[in-house]
């Protein structure tokens, strides 16, 4: 019986000393570097040859400069798109529009084959719609 009690103990001070003396050596280490750990709030980023992650990828002053000169868009007037109606209420406006056997109930925002919804004017009855390069006016009526 002693002799498995021994063997338990050489067993557990194999498993448990090299922990302890990992942890005895890193604490030396710290204290004779002069840093414990989060001793400051402050913290300064070491590149060591990579991109500081804190400055931002464009400055303001890349951002607000157009890349691509301003080209002004078509206005079409006539277009396969026909105005079939306008209803509105207290919460908004919202228009009918055709093109050949598809039709859609749109509200500003609301985009149809890639041409955006950019305003519903009830007092005129008209709707114009933002495409990458053109412009389509709408016409109830027409």
């Not at 021994?6 to 050596?25: D, G, K, Q, T, Y």
């Not at 509200?107 to 004017?121: L, P, Q, Y």
């Amino acid at each position: 019986m002693r002799w498995r009690i021994i063997i338990f103990l050489a067993i557990l001070e194999m498993l448990l000393l090299p922990s302890f003396i990992i942890n005895v050596s890193l604490a030396k280490e710290k204290d004779v570097e002069g840093e414990t750990s989060f001793s400051s709030s402050f913290f300064q980023y070491k590149s060591e040859g990579r991109r500081d992650p804190f400055v931002p990828l464009l400055s303001e002053k890349e951002t607000s400069e157009p890349k691509e000169p301003a080209v002004s868009p078509k206005i079409l007037l006539n277009s396969k798109y026909k105005l079939m109606g306008l209803v509105w209420d207290e919460k908004g406006a919202f228009a009918i529009i055709q093109e050949g056997k598809k039709k859609w109930i749109v509200k500003k925002g609301d985009v149809i084959n890639d041409i955006v919804v950019s305003e519903i004017k009830k007092d005129t009855g008209e709707v114009i719609l933002t495409g990458k390069d053109k412009i389509i006016k709408l016409k109830t009526g027409k």
